[in-house]
């Protein structure tokens, strides 16, 4: 079942991640691997091979060199995918039953990891933007706010935690904020999952990475915004405000004792491929030629979405009486696949490989599917979830998650601590987190939400008995 499905799906546009694109933008290395007698890749941890956690051997040798080349102290590569590295990251800045601050769209390893170490979460809110549904990342002026309401409630913590960009490709000037936060004495682990492409070249004109701006941790899914297998991400330490030693017992904590020889060459190949010239050129061509499609696209009238990385398009399907559900059935039909569909967009990763026919085939497809619709009512604005500007748990996530629970219908849970995770996947933003208090405009919210991804939002929530 499974074998024949990946065998056999392979038609139509791909516009989904790894962003390899099915092996075309993989590295060479990698490609001329994989041609090899089949396995011949499948190592354990021999003495000279080793791990992302030894001393000697091939990965630690490799590590070593790419965080030289990268300019920081150390790195780790993953095997788990960002979501790994994530957990580690934050377990090893925060101490059990300690205080971590981080957005309300983190991902959902986050949260997890905050379950299983018993680390207090505290979440701020972000700009919210209502035509889209969408929220933007934290600048200085949100984040001057965000520190000050902290200080107001007395509220310590030990580190930060920032999204940037986000899924959307959306993102914020990190300098400053990272700046910011080192002067209020705090730590920050950045979430670039995205935006590995960006710690590349200074002349592509993407945002600064968060390792340019000297963010203490920052984790990269070498697979969704690099040439990697999926699975493959990196973890980069730098500054003294976080001890190597803390970092490495944590990865060992939540990576698996046989980690893949094959996924720990994607990620130095990945890494190479980046540096190199030609992976330049190419990443250059790529990034070009998605500007060039946005434009084309905006002059015939799509309605994109303006963001930071052009490497994401967001269709504002909403605009035209669309959800983006509709439009992602609508294309998949027609062999056009689509990487996140929302309520009010459609988001295109067009990753790295060349799209040729993409803009004639998007205009055509964005045509005919609005040539089946009787009215083209804009949909929204969209309902805000009226997070507080900051808000934190009312038990500890892991002992909410893990205590006895009743299901409620959603209308009757109001006053009721949530014992589980409610997270549409894709993007895998929490919804609701266990140890929260339902109060009753979150769970209006989240009924309203049902309109939208009623496979995703039950219609009845855990709750603490
Ligand atoms: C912002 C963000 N961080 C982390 C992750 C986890 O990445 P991975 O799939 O590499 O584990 C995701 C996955 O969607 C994400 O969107």
């Not at 499974?2 to 490609?31: D, M, Q, T, V, Y």
């Not at 509220?155 to 209020?184: I, Q």
């Not at 020889?261 to 070009?288: H, I, K, N």
Request: proline fraction near 8%; aromatic fraction near 8%; include cysteine.
């Amino acid at each position: 079942m499974i074998l024949s499905r990946l065998l056999h799906s392979n038609r139509g546009k791909n516009l989904f991640l790894p962003a390899h694109g099915r092996g075309l933008a993989l590295p060479r290395e990698i490609s001329n691997l994989l041609k090899k007698r089949p396995g011949i890749w499948d190592l354990p941890e021999l003495p000279d091979f080793g791990g992302p956690l030894e001393e000697s051997g091939a990965v630690a040798e490799s590590q070593e060199f790419f965080a030289a080349q990268f300019g920081v102290k150390r790195c780790w590569y993953g095997v788990n995918g960002a979501t790994g590295l994530l957990q580690a990251a934050l377990i090893a800045m925060v101490r059990p039953g300690k205080a971590v601050l981080m957005p309300r769209n983190v991902h959902r390893s986050l949260i997890h990891a905050c379950a299983i170490a018993h680390i207090k979460p505290v979440f701020f809110d972000l700009p919210f933007l209502a035509d889209r549904g969408h929220v933007q990342p934290p600048d200085v002026k949100w984040m001057k706010k965000v520190l000050e309401q902290i200080s107001i409630r007395g509220l310590d913590l030990s580190a930060v935690v920032l999204v940037n960009p986000t899924y959307h490709g959306y993102s914020s000037s990190l300098e400053p904020l990272v700046r910011m936060l080192h002067l209020s004495g705090l730590p920050v682990l950045v979430d670039e999952a995205h935006g590995f492409h960006f710690a590349i070249s200074d002349e592509l004109d993407l945002p600064a990475s968060a390792i340019s701006v000297g963010a203490d941790l920052v984790v990269h899914s070498l697979h969704k915004s690099g040439p990697g297998l999926v699975q493959s991400a990196v973890l980069w330490l730098q500054g003294d405000r976080i001890d190597p030693f803390v970092v490495n017992r944590s990865v060992g904590w939540v990576q698996t004792s046989s980690p893949s020889a094959l996924l720990l060459a994607s990620c130095e190949a990945s890494l190479r491929e980046f540096l190199r010239p030609l992976g330049q050129r190419r990443l250059r061509q790529r990034v070009d030629a998605a500007r060039k499609i946005a434009f084309d696209l905006l002059s015939d009238g799509l309605p994109l979405l303006p963001n930071q990385d052009p490497l994401r398009l967001i269709l504002h399907t909403s605009t035209a009486g669309v959800s983006g559900f509709e439009a992602d059935r609508y294309f998949i039909s027609k062999e056009l696949v689509a990487e996140l569909p929302e309520p009010g967009c459609l988001t295109f990763c067009l990753g790295l490989v060349r799209h040729r026919g993409l803009v004639k085939l998007l205009q055509k497809r964005w045509n005919a599917l609005l040539s089946t619709r009787a009215t083209r009512k804009p949909l929204g604005p969209f309902l805000s979830p009226e997070f507080p500007l900051i808000s934190v748990l009312s038990m500890d996530c892991g002992t909410a998650w893990t205590a006895e629970f009743v299901k409620l219908p959603l209308q009757d849970s109001v006053g009721s601590v949530c014992a589980e995770l409610i997270c549409p996947y894709p993007p895998g933003i929490p919804m609701v987190i266990p140890g929260e208090l339902l109060d009753s405009r979150r769970v209006q919210w989240l009924i309203s939400q049902r309109t939208f991804w009623a496979n995703q939002i039950p219609s009845e929530i855990g709750v603490l008995k």
